[in-house]
């Protein structure tokens, strides 16, 4: 205790910004060795040095020859898959797949979080939150093992309709089906967001609005809507930054041979070609690609978020 | 309660009235999306495989069987699968949880010095990544593949749990550290005796989502693991219910391929409802947790 008080009084005497920082380091060295150094090994071994690794996307890679031994082909890879109309089909496959996705999804949970907050007995509302929020702790292989019982030939859907559709060999019901599952399983979970903002409406305000005599659009329009707008904007510009990063264990459970016109998006084909063809260097530019689209997005999104939050930005 | 939510609905203004009616009708139809087909499942798994593809759904209990239920609760690879769905997410959430907590707090500081670097370090991989085959071949000089540590190890340290973390730890009252630097306890001390008690709620609901996303990934073992005895629970139900490929022992009895397949549809409902029984065990102790959920939820936005 009393060399940390020396320690201290001695740059408070004088001595440079370096010295202070390292007076600082002394005393707290167990912030940086015991605290953040495990973090920081990880993010460098596991994030930082593949991203080391994107090289490839320029080389003829080759696993004998490492990284640095292989062929470098420049933009070789690049020029063939921007000109490959397969390649734009599945760029458009994601396009699609998100955009509708946000269209449909999006409104979903606020839509939800609107009703669940006119439920009238606190208990009944917590029932259906239980129902509600359920299907988001299902796994992606269960929910698409449901989704293709209930949609086989012999399957529930076609039983009810009398039909023997096999809709999961069906291109034009792919995204459909990916889409309502997708909004089945996470409306529910989505809507807690809302359902938190909406209960920060003031009451005041709302009983205020009853006793003028409002009815409920009214207030929906006067209290609990600009109580939300600030969530539904920064959810909404989030999810536009993150339209080019469609998950892939779902879209890869739902592929079937037959389906691919619609359903191979560039995370299933950038695994397909990379790891199961073994077309690295090609599979790596592919990626770099859509990751590189991803981060103009985000970036983007995230400074619209800065000019209307007076220049807080989310990250 | 049933009188009082009348009544209030009944001071309700007629076009009111109206606009609640739709309201509820719109939530009773998502429950009953979300119930019934789960209903259809569980009744579904116990009827006998041949009725269940001719005639569908039957409550002629003569016609009921639990044949798929022994066939895949005395198949080894499912128990292997439940077993080491259990090791990687204990080991992953353990790890994670530690990892994230510990350096959330010098985050949080604001007289850490480098907070600025590492700040920029860690965000940096928000947005950018080598992506699939970069890491793939990292995780394979790192002698790592079919292994477990290919799975817990390149996603432990999760930055946006980070920020949660060290949002919560900046709401907890500054006096507590004043004091307790007062009675001379280090970092250490003051991390692990006052700090984290009263983070608790925090801790659980972190802990909560990387165990449940753990149990439910399959991505990472798929592209990982090759051993049949290393593969987590969703690899195995992804070849039972979306390759279409039972485990060899489930069906081989069966003579001709029609019973083959008819049985190794049947199974997939038992397997469904086997695979979530963990699931809704732990549900009612998840649930404790969705409020600080939504208490971290609204950080993001």
């Given at each position: 205790m009393s060399s940390t008080q020396s320690a201290t009084t001695k740059t408070a005497g004088g001595g440079g910004k370096l010295h202070n920082a390292l007076v600082y380091v002394r005393q707290h060295w167990q912030l940086y060795a015991l605290f953040i150094l495990p973090a920081f090994v990880l993010t460098i071994v596991f994030r930082y040095i593949p991203m080391g690794g994107?090289?490839?996307?320029?080389e003829e890679y080759n696993p004998f020859r490492g990284v640095f031994g292989s062929e470098w082909v420049g933009f070789a890879h690049f020029e063939r898959f921007l000109s490959s109309p397969d390649f734009m089909r599945y760029l458009m496959n994601t396009l699609k797949l998100s955009v509708f996705g946000l269209l449909w999804g999006f409104p979903a949970p606020i839509l939800l979080a609107f009703l669940l907050n006119r439920v009238l007995s606190t208990k009944l509302k917590q029932r259906i939150q239980l129902i509600l929020y359920m299907?988001?702790?299902?796994?992606v292989i269960v929910l698409c093992g449901i989704v293709r019982i209930l949609l086989s030939p012999t399957g529930l859907i076609n039983m009810v309709l009398g039909t023997n559709w096999n809709f999961m060999t069906m291109p034009e019901a792919f995204r459909t089906i990916y889409i309502a599952s997708g909004i089945w399983q996470g409306a529910g979970w989505a809507s807690i967001i809302y359902t938190a903002a909406l209960s920060n409406a003031s009451k005041d305000l709302k009983e205020a609005a009853v006793i003028d005599g409002a009815n409920i659009i009214q207030q929906i329009r006067a209290v609990e809507w600009p109580a939300i707008r600030d969530t539904v904007l920064i959810q909404f510009i989030m999810s536009v930054g993150n339209i080019?990063?469609?998950?892939?264990e779902k879209a890869y459970a739902l592929q079937t041979d037959l389906n691919l016109?619609?359903?191979?998006i560039i995370s299933t084909y950038v695994y397909k070609v990379g790891?199961?063809?073994?077309?690295y260097g090609f599979s790596t530019a592919v990626g770099l690609f859509n990751t590189i689209i991803n981060v103009v997005l985000l970036i983007s999104m995230n400074q619209i978020v800065k000019k209307l939050n007076d220049g807080k930005g989310m990250y | 309660m049933a009188k009082k939510k009348a009544s209030a609905f009944a001071k309700l203004p007629a076009e009111d009235k109206t606009i609640m009616v739709i309201g509820y009708v719109i939530l009773l139809v998502f429950c009953l999306a979300i119930i019934l087909p789960m209903v259809y499942i569980v009744l579904a798994s116990f009827v006998d495989p041949v009725t269940l593809q001719n005639t569908?759904?039957?409550?002629?209990?003569?016609?009921?069987?639990?044949t798929a239920y022994e066939r895949v609760l005395s198949n080894s690879q499912i128990w292997t699968g439940f077993k080491n769905a259990i090791i990687y997410s204990v080991v992953f959430t353990a790890l994670s949880v530690a990892v994230t907590l510990l350096a959330a707090y010098p985050m949080s500081r604001?007289?850490?010095?480098g907070k600025g670097f590492f700040s920029l370090v860690f965000m940096i991989t928000m947005f950018f990544g080598g992506g699939l085959i970069p890491t793939y071949l990292l995780i394979s000089d790192l002698g790592m593949?079919?292994?477990i540590w290919a799975i817990?190890?390149?996603?432990?340290?999760g930055v946006y749990n980070m920020i949660i973390a060290r949002t919560y730890y900046q709401g907890i009252p500054r006096d507590l550290q004043e004091a307790a630097e007062i009675d001379g306890a280090n970092e250490m001390v003051y991390f692990f005796r006052v700090l984290l008690p009263v983070c608790t709620p925090i801790i659980a609901t972190i802990a909560m989502w990387n165990f449940v996303g753990m149990w439910n990934s399959y991505f990472d073992a798929m592209i990982y693991l090759n051993s049949a005895s290393k593969q987590p629970l969703q690899l195995v139900l992804r070849s039972i219910l979306?390759?279409?490929?039972?485990?060899?022992?489930?069906?081989?009895?069966?003579?001709?391929t029609a019973e083959r397949a008819q049985l190794a549809e049947l199974l997939k409902y038992a397997t469904i409802i086997i695979s979530s029984v963990p699931l809704l065990i732990m549900y009612p102790f998840f649930q404790r947790y969705f409020d600080s959920g939504i208490m971290a939820g609204a950080v993001k936005g």
């Open positions: 994107v090289l490839i996307a320029f299907p988001n702790f299902i796994s080019m990063s469609v998950g892939f016109a619609s359903s191979e790891l199961l063809d073994g077309n | 569908g759904l039957t409550f002629d209990f003569a016609k009921w069987t639990t604001d007289d850490f010095k593949l079919d292994t817990v190890l390149p996603g432990a340290f979306i390759q279409n490929q039972p485990e060899p022992g489930m069906v081989s009895d069966m003579q001709s």
